[in-house]
């Protein structure tokens, strides 16, 4: 089958542990065409960016986020994409966990934010757990957080009866 690439999203995500104890999670949104492309009396040139975002946040081991900053590199629309951007600081005091997504569709969806900035959010909030797994998990006081979060970590099933049997639940999952 003949296939003809027309768009590229490129999402890098990246963790950081910073000299004061927290943590940045960085992540960077690119969206490009291979095609020349006019829409709205914005043209573009195949292979430039349509848009490029980033969004960092700054956390603590409890997951709460102490700064937020998000910048819109190349927007098709400058004075209207962008305008919204200064909003995401409001991420600030929110807390990564149970809820997060649905607060943060209520508070960025539809026309209260950007699309991609606020796409990138669950991706960023994905990459704070991994940056910080080694960390959180190191106690073996509390259940690794990854436990019961996909279908080959269940506390029921044999991954975690050879690899976590502290908390193998012995055929059914809490």
Not at 80 to 93: F, H, I, Q, R, W
């Amino acid at each position: 089958m003949d296939r003809v690439p027309l768009h590229k999203r490129q999402i890098t995500l990246q963790g950081y542990r910073r000299a004061d104890g927290l943590y940045d999670i960085e992540g960077h949104l690119r969206d490009t065409k291979s095609y020349d492309r006019s829409s709205h009396g914005v043209n573009v040139k195949a292979g430039d960016p349509v848009h490029e975002m980033i969004l960092r946040i700054t956390i603590g081991t409890d997951f709460v986020i102490r700064d937020a900053h998000a910048e819109s590199v190349v927007i098709p629309y400058s004075g209207y994409c962008d305008a919204v951007t200064p909003k995401y600081e409001s991420l600030k005091g929110m807390k990564l966990g149970a809820g997060f997504m649905r607060e943060i569709r209520e508070r960025f969806g539809k026309t209260q934010g950007c699309t991609h900035l606020t796409e990138l959010i669950g991706a960023v909030a994905t990459a704070a757990f991994q940056t910080m797994s080694e960390e959180i998990n190191s106690s073996g006081d509390k259940q690794p957080f990854q436990l019961d979060g996909c279908h080959a970590l269940r506390t029921d099933g044999e991954m975690v009866r050879q690899f976590h049997p502290k908390w193998y639940r012995n055929g059914h999952a809490e």
